[in-house]
């Protein structure tokens, strides 16, 4: 296992969460809080004066912005015994890559709505994230979706830092000269929600995924050096481009796109995952769009329904939008509980549309 870093200031490191090339997350108790906090170290940040600059940027946006609340909350950034800066940054103990794949649609619209606001609030203090995936965002304990790690974030077009998983296609084409900015941004986003509602990133195998972090352990440990792990990630990196870079790869993925959501949600992460950037959305059309759908969805608010029938009438009104497929056995089947338990159902109404949406799957088979 690598050394740990010496934070110093009171702060004490309890365990490793993550990392890359250029940086680490740590939990750490604070001695200014109760609650742990991640603490992001930069392995070989060579520019402190622009760290500070984007931090004290965040700290503003932090306090001023209407969606600063869906931001991890930011408590600023210090230089470790060892001479390395860290920032430091609310703990969220529940990142998204746990909820995937997410098959409740009234919940991926509140994150997608949520994560989105967060977005909004970079891009309009004129901050890029560069490194937006499921694992960079998570659940507070009221359930609100944030953005997290926010140790990427720049106030410039910025170099390509960030993950593979959710890297904009532009950033492959143009590799030699390529930038991360709020467009790049709006398609990683876009990558991590697909990835939320599947399990699997647009064009990223499980496989790579389990290698990469394989690479990350060996160099932490020292088992490898920097070296070998960038050049086994190259190797991986170029695979992926392979495929994003393929004639085919937007009609295959509008269709793996098309199987897991339908309706205005299959629209909104469309526009999202546009491979013409000059077509794709911008995040503050994307988050109107997401806040409106799940004003629509009506059981996206706070009080979810309770009784096993009125979250079957839920499920069943989704599926009349057409934001939620129902196979004909899942029809069946509550055709068969309806006739056995024979819930309170005036004029019929449920089962009248039980019958017509069994209709309807009948006929697409």
């Known amino acids: 296992m690598g050394e740990l870093p010496n934070p110093g200031l009171g702060y004490k490191i309890r365990e490793y969460l993550g990392g890359g090339n250029w940086k680490s997350a740590y939990r750490a108790t604070s001695p200014y809080s109760l609650a742990d906090v991640a603490l992001l170290f930069f392995h070989d940040d060579e520019q402190p004066d622009v760290v500070v600059k984007d931090v004290t940027s965040l700290l503003r946006t932090m306090s001023r912005h209407r969606y600063a609340s869906y931001l991890a909350r930011f408590y600023g950034f210090q230089q470790g015994q060892d001479g390395r800066f860290f920032i430091i940054e609310e703990l969220l103990d529940r990142p998204l890559e746990g909820l995937a794949p997410l098959n409740d649609i009234v919940q991926f619209v509140r994150i997608a709505r949520d994560l989105s606001r967060a977005l909004v609030c970079l891009h309009e203090s004129k901050l890029v994230h560069r490194d937006l995936k499921l ?81 990350n352990d060996e160099v932490r440990a020292r088992a490898i050096d920097q070296a070998t792990g960038k050049q086994r990630k190259e190797s991986l990196n170029k695979s992926v481009a392979d495929r994003i870079l393929s004639e085919s790869a937007a009609s295959e993925l509008r269709a793996r796109i098309h199987r897991s959501l339908r309706g205005r949600s299959e629209e909104i992460l469309n526009s999202m995952l ?81 019958l017509h949406l069994k209709e309807m799957a009948d006929g697409i088979a």
Request: aromatic letters at 8%; glycine letters at 8%.
């Open 274 to 354: 546009e491979f013409d950037r000059g077509k794709r959305s911008s995040i503050q059309e994307a988050e109107a769009a997401w806040s409106k759908l799940a004003e629509g969805l009506g059981s996206a608010g706070e009080n979810r329904p309770t009784d096993k029938w009125d979250q079957i009438r839920s499920h069943i009104k989704l599926a009349e939008r057409k934001e939620l497929v129902l196979t004909r056995r899942q029809i069946d089947r509550i055709i068969s509980e309806y006739n056995s338990e024979t819930p309170n159902d005036h004029g019929d109404e449920l089962r009248n549309t039980l």
């Open 135 to 215: 694992d960079n965002c998570g659940l507070d304990h009221q359930l609100r979706a944030k953005i997290f790690d926010l140790g990427s974030v720049t106030s410039d077009g910025g170099d390509v830092r960030g993950t593979v998983f959710s890297r904009a296609p532009e950033l492959f084409s143009n590799s030699n000269v390529a930038q991360c900015d709020y467009q790049t941004d709006v398609w990683a986003l876009g990558a991590a929600l697909f990835a939320l509602r599947t399990g699997d990133y647009p064009f990223v195998f499980h496989s790579e995924i389990h290698e990469r972090k394989i690479i």
